[in-house]
Each structure stands twice: as structure tokens, then as C-alpha cells.
């Protein structure tokens, strides 16, 4: 699982309508529909998790600043972290989830020792993953154990993070998507959807809303994407429920909205488990 903001790359704007290629080619500036705040939603192409690129929209007084992106992130936890000539602090994936509120998520449990751990595991029917905290890229650095032996892997995963061991029931769906949000200098908060999981640096499929979003835009955001298929079901699979989607970005905007230290947040991935969308990981980055 990605636990980091995305690789900038793409230049673009935020705008109502037309269909676009892979992230962000679509979006260029002076395009047509590209508005300003303030005003309801928008949507277009982009990657997640970061600032829009200068040029992706017309009549801005002033590019908007970037964040490091990338290794600036690696092994962040909740430590601060510098560059550019600002702090930033990257929260732990548990308290990310906790700030995002009531989203739809597996049952999961922090553990601060292997007997919590064990306790947790006998009351989840199946399969558990055990994750380390305060790490980013987790998958990639061996600290994310699934079908878990808690009594082989807990301290190894404890002394790999911040010493607590983020416990889930083990989940599998098919399809994994990303959703992240961020403070634009000319937009404010935008809010981003897409083809997540391990692929989504690779595709970068991704489509920028404006938050709050209005009705019927993440269903016109999606049906842009390259991926739109596999939202409305391919192959006899259930369609993504956008509402509960929706659900999802509502979360992610309004805590940029009553947080203003928060710059970024960054949902990847999230699970579609028979079309209904699950909160597998989360990170949330604070000025």
C-alpha cells in the first residue's frame, strides 16, 4: 500500500467538461470551463495529492507553492519533516483514519502490545494484516504483513515503526482506487479521485474535483478517467457505489476546511469489496 503523496508530473487545470487522456493532459491552460473561487465544484484531470501546476489555470496572481514530494516523505511519521524552507509533519496512518472521521473502513485496531494484538486478532473471523506505524511506503519496506502471525511478526513490525502495530481484519476486493485532497494558492481545497494502489504512479489516472463537490460531479469526474469502466463494472462486477465514494471526499474536505494547518491528505488505497468502497490506508500531512 502507498502511504506517501504522489510523484507531481501532470499539467493541468480544473474544469466542467470534455474527456482527457491519462492524468493530467487534458488540463491545459486557458482551457475552456476552467473557473476560480469563489464558486461550486469543478473537475478535471491531475495527479493526487499535489499542488495544481502554475499553469494549469488562467489568471492566477501568483504560482502556487509546491510541496516536496517523494523521498521528502520517506520514513515520515509523526516527525517533522523539512524543505523547501518549511516544516511539514506527516501523521501516522491511525491518526490520519481518526481525523477522516466516520469513513468506511475494515475493523482494525491499534496495538501497543503482541497480548492487545493477539486479543483484537481472536475477535475478527478470518485473516488479519498487521501494519508497523509511522512509517511512509510501507508495502516497499517490508512493514505490512499479510495473513498475519502476530506472535512471529508483532515486534519486529513495533521496532520497524513508532513501537505500536496497526491490526486489520484482511479484506479483498476488486478494485483499488485513491482519493486525496490538498490547499490550492487559487482554489482552495481541491479534492482528487482515481486508479490507486501500487499503479497509481504508474497510470496517474486521476481526476481533480473542487470541494465541496457539486451533485453529479465525482459521476462526471470518473466517467473521464481511463479507468471509467471499472467504476461502472467490467465483467459482471458490481458498479462503484459513488455515494458512499462521495462519502469519502466529503471527509477528505471538510477536514481541509476545518483544519487549516492540514495541506495534504492522501487515501491510498481504497478497497471496492462487491462495489462498496473500504478505507484501507490514509495519510494526512500538517503544516
Request: proline fraction near 7%; charged fraction near 20%; glycine fraction near 14%.
Amino acid at each position: 500500500m502507498s502511504a506517501g503523496p504522489l510523484s507531481a508530473g501532470a499539467a493541468g487545470g480544473v474544469h466542467r467538461s470534455g474527456r482527457g487522456g491519462r492524468g493530467g493532459h487534458q488540463l491545459r491552460s486557458g482551457c475552456a470551463g476552467v473557473r476560480s473561487r469563489p464558486g461550486p465544484g469543478a473537475a478535471g484531470d491531475g495527479q493526487a495529492g499535489h499542488r495544481l501546476p502554475p499553469r494549469c489555470a488562467p489568471d492566477r496572481a501568483a504560482p502556487a507553492q509546491r510541496r516536496p514530494s517523494g523521498p521528502a516523505y520517506a520514513g515520515a511519521g509523526s516527525r517533522g519533516l523539512r524543505g523547501a524552507g518549511s516544516a511539514v509533519r506527516a501523521l501516522n496512518e491511525w491518526e490520519s483514519k481518526l481525523l477522516l472521521g466516520d469513513v468506511p473502513k475494515p475493523r482494525e485496531a491499534l496495538t501497543r502490545t503482541l497480548n492487545e494484538a493477539l486479543a483484537f486478532s481472536a475477535s475478527v473471523t478470518g485473516p488479519v494484516v498487521a501494519k508497523a506505524l509511522g512509517l511512509a511506503h510501507k508495502s516497499e519496506r517490508g512493514a505490512v504483513v499479510l495473513n498475519a502471525d502476530l506472535s512471529a511478526c508483532w515486534q519486529r513490525l513495533a521496532a520497524l515503526g513508532d513501537g505500536s502495530v496497526l491490526v486489520a481484519e484482511q479484506v479483498r476486493g476488486e478494485l483499488e482506487l485513491i482519493a486525496g485532497g490538498l490547499r490550492d494558492a487559487q482554489f482552495g481545497p481541491v479534492l482528487t479521485i482515481g486508479l490507486g494502489g501500487v499503479t497509481a504512479e504508474v497510470f496517474r489516472d486521476v481526476a481533480f474535483l473542487l470541494s465541496p463537490a457539486e451533485p453529479g460531479e465525482l459521476e462526471k469526474a470518473t466517467a473521464r478517467l481511463l479507468s471509467a469502466p471499472l467504476f461502472r463494472g467490467w465483467r459482471g462486477r458490481p458498479p462503484v457505489n459513488l455515494g458512499a465514494l462521495g462519502s469519502i471526499l466529503a471527509a477528505i474536505g471538510a477536514l481541509l476546511e476545518a483544519d487549516p494547518e492540514v495541506s495534504e491528505v492522501d487515501v491510498n488505497p481504497i478497497l471496492v469489496r462487491d462495489g462498496q468502497p473500504l478505507v484501507l490506508d490514509a495519510l494526512v500531512v500538517k503544516d
